[in-house]
């Protein structure tokens, strides 16, 4: 059967639909459907994404001719439809190029509107409209597009502005206007004769005025752009693979630009910012499409209340936004009404909230697209709880439809009101993306890059932005835009990335050759501090202080909903009481690592710490133990205290000895007439105690095995405080872990000693405490032997940290200078450190559990590394039967929504 590479759709009727979006991509996709369910759709067809992965196999002119007969062949079906011919000057045709990859990849490719024009056929546009603004209006958008697009006519230095965009400002200049819709036809071919100068400039060739040269000049343009920089970059942020490719959108143009009855917008089916059930959107009067999202002008609301709130925000008086700035139903109602309903049938039908665009020309509504909408972590939450609610989609699928690595956002910091309180307010913008954000300002993203890898925190400032910004936005903690809406550029990606975003503030006066920014007189250079809240909309001079977010009863009812399906418990890696109080409140059912040298870094206890390390004989250990136990005891009371009735893992002491001890002159004083020692014998201490690879030195049980002093404090220390806590009614559930096991007599070793220590001390204080001694698996061979091991250990703890160093045989400290390249080429899919390697750690870990469940049936098994709060990595674990995954406080929601969804994807 010979292959289909293109799918054509118009008339409500359509050769694909939406369950074709692997080969249709979600656009073409969707245009297909949309047909199908009678949304009024201008015809055109689509190449598939398979033809973009043959263009990067073969090439383009073996694809063009693959592809030739099918595309002539589907622009005749858009003719028919269309009553008009592609090229033809007496009645022509005019298309729009648009990608579509499966994912939703907003402004990361390309897009050509008005193609087919030339000359001749513009005059016949005119003939045929009478309408010569428009027509001149459309040509110069054409020329500039596909200059950019597909002859690549871009700046030459960051601090130029596009060269199109500068003849425009000229010419404005010259006209004496502001916007581009006051520019008269005249002004309009002087811009397209600049705009085609600057082509024969810059490239040497004149522009092409054949309609089929120009048709797959932009097909070739919408393929070469998946493979762009930024279109890398967004792919690799959000995992998308790079084989999908991209399906290409031909289809036929309808204006918005045609005069006061036409337009162009785009709208969500509820608030893509905080999940409220209320229809919004933006549109522009006399515009194409990318205007609006591209942030040239200001657009004004569709909805009364939207505008509303819009111009409050602003400062806008009721009578002057009525008159200056109406709401789409206040100016068009008719075509609003008929944009609410299509709207609510969408979203009724893919049942969640839909991002749409469309253009209404000379009186008729169109639309161009649907998707499910790009939204913010307290959206996603809100709207799939609401969705359930209404009975829309059930609890699986709410569970399904969250991103557990999206519900960081909710996290996120918000402003401290007492410091708002003093707080200086610079200006107010749209509130596009929320969250609180201070940092100094940058105006261009590699800067922003560049200066977030140095370690500083950086909002970047932009007029608008643009696709090429996306690494700088990745990098800023937050976005400023002096143009554009709540849906331009710069709003969607930072909603999709989970950054703070301000858009619209039309009061930022930027110059990017002098790097200032003026803001109601008020000048700030680069490097000075800001502050912006992407929920209110407001920026704020100089650094303001945040505090941490609070969880709403949308975030609530969620989590109890994961409790309800999942079967892996969520414990948390903690080493003081504060932590262990935050992981607590977000649901963690326990300790899953308390890693006891954290609680040296201090005071007395780093000073005992070093003379204990310090110290040349088991008598001076000793002492300097003595002086640490209380220390320990007080800390293990908090912890414990704070998971009162939760098991507490707590590991051994597992230091790189030279971390803990003095390297300056300074501190070698301090400790020598701490010790009652010279100088000079701290100083040939510490050189005794460099080690040329520390990670494989004196560490975890072999520094208990020769100082078993150490280990002999550290449990008086853990069972004390349990049984402090126990006389106070306190429930104490202690997991006393061994760290760096590799040989079951290791184990054993430390094994005797904690539980002769352990006896000694509950005869002592009369009263004992049920405790149970483990290991940390962190050693290869120690997986390989773990049916030994379990014949002594009663549970085992995955530290894969570790365990991925010494499988792969990579150093964390030292992987950035390879993994860049690892990555880039492909040798490794994901950084090991972030995500767990199944097929080689992971077989590991499985082997080990498997084999130590051998032994001992009833072994207890878990992972304490960074991997325990990564989604995937939690759904491995479930799949293996661990009993429990460990990670940072904050990533436990995101670890038991993951652990949900684990059991949910095991059903199908």
Not at 581 to 595: D, K, N, Y
Request: proline share 4%.
């Amino acid at each position: 059967m010979e292959t289909k590479r293109v799918y054509t759709f118009g008339n409500g009727k359509a050769e694909g639909k939406a369950d074709l979006r692997n080969l249709l991509g979600g656009k073409g996709a969707n245009l297909a459907e949309m047909n199908l369910i009678g949304v009024p759709v201008p015809p055109g067809f689509t190449i598939t994404t398979d033809v973009c992965n043959e263009y990067f196999r073969i090439g383009k002119d073996q694809v063009v001719e693959l592809l030739r007969p099918e595309v002539e062949q589907a622009l005749k079906h858009v003719e028919i439809l269309m009553n008009s011919k592609f090229g033809d000057p007496e009645n022509p045709l005019l298309v729009s190029v648009r990608s579509g990859a499966r994912a939703s990849m907003p402004g990361m490719m390309d897009t050509i509107l008005n193609l087919g024009l030339n000359d001749e056929v513009l005059e016949g546009i005119i003939r045929k409209t009478g309408n010569e603004r428009f027509a001149w209006d459309s040509y110069r958008r054409f020329v500039q597009m596909y200059g950019d697009v597909v002859l690549g006519l871009k700046p030459t230095s960051k601090e130029d502005i596009d060269p199109f965009e500068k003849i425009i400002e000229d010419v404005k200049h010259e006209a004496g206007v502001h916007l581009d819709s006051e520019l008269s036809v005249a002004h309009l071919k002087d811009l397209v004769k600049r705009f085609k100068a600057a082509v024969k400039e810059e490239t040497g060739q004149d522009f092409p005025t054949s309609p089929e040269e120009q048709l797959w000049g932009a097909i070739m343009a919408v393929f070469n752009s998946w493979m762009n920089e930024r279109a890398i970059l967004y792919r690799r942020m959000e995992g998308i693979p790079a084989e999908w490719g991209t399906a290409v959108n031909v289809q036929a143009m309808v204006f918005g630009n045609m005069g006061e009855n036409s337009a162009t917008g785009v709208c969500f089916s509820r608030d893509a910012a905080n999940g409220e059930k209320l229809f919004n959107g933006e549109y522009l009067i006399n515009a194409q499409g990318e205007d609006v999202v591209a942030g040239i002008r200001t657009p004004q609301q569709i909805t009364k209340i939207g505008s509303q709130r819009w111009a409050e925000r602003a400062g806008i008086s009721e009578a002057e936004r009525a008159d200056k700035y109406p709401s789409m139903e206040e100016a068009m109602p008719e075509i609003y009404k008929q944009l609410d309903e299509i709207q609510h049938n969408l979203e009724m039908h893919y049942r969640d909230m839909q991002d749409m665009e469309y253009t209404v020309q000379e009186g008729k509504l169109w639309f161009l697209q649907t998707r499910n909408g790009k939204r913010t972590g307290k959206a996603m939450v809100k709207i799939a709880m609401d969705l359930m609610r209404e009975g829309l989609i059930t609890e699986k699928e709410a569970l399904k439809r969250i991103d557990p690595n999206k519900l960081d956002e909710l996290l996120h910091p918000v402003f401290d009101h007492t410091s708002l309180l003093s707080a200086h307010l610079l200006t107010k913008g749209l509130p596009a993306s929320p969250g609180a954000a201070s940092g100094q300002i940058v105006f261009f993203s590699d800067d922003a890059a560049e200066q977030h890898a140095g370690g500083k925190n950086v909002v970047l400032v932009r007029i608008e932005t643009s696709p090429e910004d996306l690494a700088g936005m990745s990098a800023a903690e937050g976005i400023l835009t002096a143009r554009g809406g709540m849906t331009s550029h710069a709003a969607v990606v930072a909603r999709g990335m989970g950054k703070c975003c301000v858009s619209g503030a039309g009061s930022l006066l930027i110059d990017y050759k002098k790097r200032t920014v003026e803001i109601d007189g008020k000048l700030l250079h680069e490097g000075d501090f800001i502050s912006i809240d992407g929920s209110t909309g407001k920026v704020y001079e100089g650094s303001v202080e945040t505090r941490a977010a609070e969880m709403d009863n949308d975030f609530r009812e969620l989590m109890e909903l994961t409790d309800k399906y999942a079967k892996l418990k969520v414990r948390t890696n903690a080493d003081t009481p504060h932590d262990a109080a935050i992981a607590r409140g977000f649901g963690a059912v326990g300790i899953g690592l308390c890693r006891t040298e954290h609680m040296f870094f201090e005071g007395e206890k780093i000073r005992a710490m070093r003379e204990m390390i310090l110290s040349e004989n088991a008598e001076g250990r000793v002492k300097a133990l003595d002086k640490i136990l209380p220390f320990q005891e007080k800390d293990f009371k908090g912890i414990f205290r704070a998971m009162d009735g939760y098991p507490v893992t707590v590991r051994l002491l597992d230091p790189p000895l030279h971390e803990f001890v003095p390297h300056d002159e300074k501190g070698q004083e301090e400790m020598a007439q701490a010790m009652g020692v010279s100088v000079h014998t701290i100083r040939q201490r510490v050189e005794s105690l460099c080690e040329h690879n520390p990670m494989l030195g004196h560490r975890g049980c072999r520094l208990g095995n020769t100082y078993p002093e150490i280990t002999e404090m550290q449990t008086r220390a853990i069972l004390g405080a349990c049984l402090e806590l126990q006389a106070e009614g306190v429930k104490c559930l202690p997991e006393i872990m061994v760290p760096l096991t590799g040989i079951l007599y290791e184990f054993q070793a430390q094994e005797t000693v904690i539980r002769e220590t352990a006896e000694k001390l509950f005869k002592e204080r009369g009263a004992s405490v049920d405790f149970k001694v483990g290991t940390m698996i962190e050693i290869p061979r120690a997986a390989l032997t773990a049916d030994r091991i379990a014949s002594s250990a009663e549970f085992f703890s995955f530290g894969t940290n570790d365990l991925t160093q010494m499988t792969f045989g990579y150093s964390r400290d030292d992987i950035a200078s390879f993994l860049p390249v690892y990555l880039d080429k492909k040798i490794l899919k994901v950084d090991p450190f972030q995500v767990l390697d199944q097929n080689g750690v992971g077989k590991l870990v499985r082997m080990a559990t498997d084999a130590g469940r051998s032994t001992r049936p009833d072994l207890k098994c878990g992972i304490c590394g960074e991997h325990g709060g990564e989604p995937s990595s939690v759904k491995f674990c479930h799949r293996i039967g661990l009993n429990y995954v460990s990670c940072s406080p904050f990533r436990v929601p995101i670890a038991r929504l993951a652990a949900a969804q684990a059991v949910l994807e095991e059903e199908k």
